[in-house]
């Protein structure tokens, strides 16, 4: 997350977020100006060899192409890459819903709920036993219940004896977290902490209003098309769709009989997802290979091999809306990024599908204004949101370390019960005596 040598007064924290996608793998570097945002000051991209669906198949293949993406982003910035933060996806990844439970002993009674005992109730939900094979990414905290006083979203300060908490919680399989981790300690570096990429995609791309109005993120990559469904400012549901753009992709190399590459070039270039849109007239001719004649393709069928595979995607988007519960709260309705998501005529396809308005997110939202690197495109989203999630672990642990004190006791220093006020009055009465 930092460059190794930095600290906190000499110079500005470097925070480094290593997207390893299916098709690409984005390392980038970010720094916090002296206004405390975000400024991303260099970016290296390598083709992805050893990733399928979002999951490493290949971990030497990995390292060289997380290898390649890193030594740019060095050589841009000048600044050495130690510690990262690395998003995880992949149609392993499961989320389930559940509430702990925190007693406090009757003499912490009068002392404020701290970080400690927040720590605590997250703690315990780590601890939970999990299917065979299955570990817990995240806990993330929704909101809280205090002696049966519901609907608290920031408990600490508040008196109580009985702290609960509704949790989302986040699993993965164990191989597939281990194999990430070997992948960056064999590239010379270290996972400063791992977060599911719609998570991250949603730093980068959605403001405080969509996510207190009720959101869909649907980040569409190469292989894996990741959902979060924001509500009242809390996460409500994650899931990850086992295809993306490269399924797409594939249809057209198959449904036109071509090479992929070709494939590739045509969905970028004149794909659309509503072939409604398309001239029926048009067409296009792929190069012919080994002395064969030229191909022509019709842009209308393209559209059509496009939009069928692309109506399977946003069904299951649907489907996951309508499994969160919170298909009638999504005020903001549903924010499209990631590479897959530049198909023309995308945006209109999900709304017409879905009912929901819907927009295209881009990456620089919240980031400064003197960027070093192109990131207007959707593809950076997550790799700018690992940078962001680095940044606020980074204030959330200088927020801790600053309030490591003793805790506060309501009412103040001179509160005491009757007792003590008793006691008190007779020390003074002797003391008088004694002058």
Known sequence: MFAPKNTLMEEPEIIVGLDIGTTKIACIVGRI???GKVEIIALGKSESLGVRSGVVSNINRTVESIQRAVDMAVEQSGEEVGEVIVGIAGQHIRSLQHRGILTRKAKDSDEEISQIDIDNLVEDMHQL???PGEEIIHVLPQEYIVDN????KDPIGMAGI??????????????????????????????GELVLEPLASAESVLSLEEKEAGVVLVDIGGGTTDIAIFQDGIIRHTAVIPFGGNIVTDDIASGCSILRKHAEQLKVKFGSALSSESM???????PGFSGRDPKEISIRNLANIIQ?????????????????????RLIAGIVLTGGGSQLKHLPQLVEYLTGLETRMGYPTEHLGKDNKADLSSPMYATGIGLVLKGYHLLQKNKRRSAGKRSPIRLGGKDKMNLFDKILSKGQAFFDDDDI
């Open 308 to 328: 069928a595979r692309t109506e399977e995607i946003v069904e299951q988007i649907v489907y996951e809306i309508k499994s969160s519960g919170y298909e009638k």
């Open 33 to 35: 100006n002296e206004f």
């Open 129 to 131: 036993v999990m299917n």
């Open 280 to 286: 029926e007239n048009q067409i296009v001719c792929i």
């Open 162 to 191: 009985r702290l609960e908490a509704n949790f989302h919680i986040i699993t993965g399989k164990v191989n597939a977290v281990k194999n990430i981790y070997k992948s960056v300690s064999k590239a010379d570096l270290e996972v």
């Open 149 to 152: 006083e519901q609907g608290i």
